[in-house]
Every structure is written in C-alpha cells, then in structure tokens.
C-alpha cells in the first residue's frame, strides 16, 4: 500500500533540464531585465516628460514595474537557494510562485494608475501638445529593446524551466505590442497635431498591463492552490508506482 502524500506541483512534472529551476539562470534573467529595463524606463520616462507624451510616459512606467519585479526576483533566488528545513520540509522553490503572484500586482497597480491618469486627461477637457519626432524615436529604441529582452528571457526559460522567469519572457513580449501600440499613437497625433489618440493609446496600454497582470496571477493561482495538473501528470505517477514490486493504491497524490 502506497500511503506517502507526495506533494508535486505541474512544473515539477513538466519535463525539465536539471530537475529544478537553475538558480544561475534566474539570476542571470533578472539581472538582464533589471539593466535593459532601468535604460529603457529612464529614456522612456525622461522623453515623454520632455514631449508630453503620455502614452510613452505610460510605457516608462510599466518598464519602471519591470525594473521593481527584476529587483524582487533577485531577492527571492536568495530564497530559493535555501535548503530544506524542518519548517519547510519541502524546500523553497515555491517563494518562486509566491513572487510571481505578488509580482501580478505589481504590474496591475501600475496598469491602474495608468489609465486613471489617461482619462483624468481627457475628461480635464485641456488640449495638449502633440508629441514630437524623439517621442516617435524613443518608442521605436523601445521596440527594438524589449525584442531584445523578451528573447533573452525566452532563452533563459528554455534552459531553466523557471515560471519566474517565463512571465518575465510573456510580459516582455507583451511590452513590444504596447510599445508598437504607443508608437501608433505617437504616429497619429503628430499627424493630427491633436494628442487624443495618444491619450487614449495610454489608456490602453494600461488595460494591457492589466490584462497581463490578471493573466500571470491566474497561472501563479493554479500551482499554489494545486490545480490544473491533468490526467496525464497522474497517470505518470500511478505508471511510476505499479512498476514497482509490492506497491500500489496511489492516493492524494498533488
């Protein structure tokens, strides 16, 4: 009779290189996003206040929240490199989860804070300046960026299996959709000379971080509340248990 609750959360039993998530690379994403992102939000933040553009200043700050999420994660491997103890039996891998969680929030305040300013904006019924050609220069150095940075993160997920390191990759890439959006925008208004689509370019950009932020919570949610694993995960494990003489009734299995 087979009586151990074995506790495996669905990454654990996803294929992976080493087992688990490879400390080494977590650090190295982190410190890759901490660096591109702190560069990209200055240039960000400083040409939106020097243009007005509020769509760019609503990218700078997201890249601000990636700055903070990179500095989070750091903390964490510190974490996560701890052994086991007898008050965690299992180890710290799951500071993993928990920050990825914590960092959905993060990203969800900043996406807020973004559309509540947009539309403070337009409801304050004043026209503001069309944004110049650096604006459009920023947004376009953004691009090419975050391109950068979403491929790096991507390589150093394959390599390391880490969750943490995943929805940095996926909020990446969805960086490079918000700046194309912001550089749309940008486009448009010094087109019209009127800043309203730039205006509500911002406003959407925050929605997205907002869509990003519930996106990764839910995904950190499943693994904490340990659901979602599938049939399959446990056919491996009661496979595992019948192939050995004498075992049996897998049970409780998570």
Not at 26 to 38: D, F, Q
Not at 77 to 92: F, L, Q, S, T
Not at 182 to 187: S, W, Y
Request: proline share 3%; charged share 15%.
């Amino acid at each position: 009779m087979m009586r151990r609750n074995t506790r495996m959360s669905v990454k654990d039993m996803a294929p992976r290189r080493g087992g688990a998530p490879d400390i080494k690379y977590i650090r190295a994403a982190a410190i890759t996003a901490l660096v591109g992102n702190a560069v990209l939000a200055a240039l960000k933040l400083a040409v939106g206040i020097i243009s007005g553009s509020a769509a760019l200043l609503g990218d700078g700050i997201d890249s601000s929240a990636d700055v903070l999420i990179a500095v989070v994660t750091l903390a964490v491997v510190k974490i996560m490199a701890r052994p086991a103890d007898a008050e965690h039996p299992w180890g710290h891998a799951r500071a993993e989860t928990v920050s990825v969680a914590v960092l959905s929030f993060i990203l969800f305040f900043a996406g807020a804070q973004l559309i509540i300013g947009s539309v403070t904006n337009m409801l304050s019924g004043a026209e503001p300046k069309a944004p110049g050609t650096i604006a459009i220069i920023a947004a376009a150095v953004s691009i090419a960026g975050k391109l950068a940075l979403a491929c790096s993160q991507y390589a150093l997920y394959r390599r390391s299996g880490s969750a943490m390191i995943r929805a940095s990759a996926k909020n990446m890439a969805g960086d490079v959709l918000i700046s194309l959006g912001v550089i749309a925008g940008l486009i448009i208004s010094s087109g019209t000379g009127s800043a309203l689509a730039d205006v509500i370019i911002a406003a959407a950009v925050g929605m997205w971080v907002i869509k990003t932020a519930a996106g990764i919570f839910l995904e950190a949610n499943q693994e904490l509340m340990d659901g979602g694993a599938g049939a399959e995960q446990y056919r491996a494990v009661f496979s595992a248990v019948r192939a050995v003489s004498g075992a049996g009734n897998p049970h409780r299995a998570r």
